[in-house]
């Protein structure tokens, strides 16, 4: 199976808890590599405390420029392969990329959800304001709090996130402002 490859951010699927070693590995071989992490609380039966997990838990995004990267990447302990959308590696816009980074600067609420489905229940709308500025997301009502489901389709995860309703507008489907 041959697929094209192109020079960007594609993300890599590591072994469970194997995420900080290969993003530590990849930095110190000059491979731009990024790990969303973010607080959680985690409760023992003696003891709660804050730790910093994964945001996206056995991916790392990562930047490749050629070939050798390619291949470098996928040699590095704990990486099991790229992450694929059918035959082609998922790559990840730079855009993407960015709004991540923003979001974990924002005081916002982070909680994600795997799934390979759209979400079906809600309304569709685009956020028109805070760090996730541009997106298009689904509204959930939970405890008369707005829930706001992003999806990023290149790697099939959404963002869950409280946000004010005022951040939201109409999606346009008039083809000349889309």
């Not at 808890?17 to 731009?32: A, G, P, T």
């Not at 709660?48 to 470098?72: A, T």
């Not at 993407?96 to 309304?123: A, H, R, T, V, W």
């Not at 951040?167 to 402002?177: A, F, G, M, R």
């Amino acid at each position: 199976m041959k697929t094209s490859l192109k020079i960007g951010w594609y993300v890599v699927y590591v072994r469970s808890r194997y995420e900080r070693k290969v993003h530590e590995f990849l930095q110190e071989n000059s491979i731009l590599s990024f790990l969303p992490l973010t607080q959680i609380i985690k409760k023992w039966s003696d003891r709660k405390k804050l730790v910093e997990v994964p945001l996206f838990p056995s991916y790392v995004f990562v930047k490749v420029n050629s070939s050798k990267d390619f291949f470098d990447i996928l040699s590095v302990k704990g990486v099991c392969d790229f992450l694929r959308c059918g035959r082609d590696y998922a790559v990840v816009s730079e855009k993407e990329i960015i709004k991540i980074k923003l979001l974990l600067s924002s005081n916002y609420e982070i909680e994600i959800e795997s799934s390979d489905q759209m979400p079906k229940i809600g309304e569709l709308k685009k956020i028109n304001d805070g760090p996730l500025n541009g997106l298009e997301c689904e509204v959930l009502r939970i405890n008369h709090k707005d829930k706001i489901v992003v999806r990023l389709n290149s790697i099939r995860q959404n963002i869950t996130t409280v946000m004010p309703s005022g951040y939201l507008s109409e999606i346009s489907t008039d083809p000349i402002l889309m």
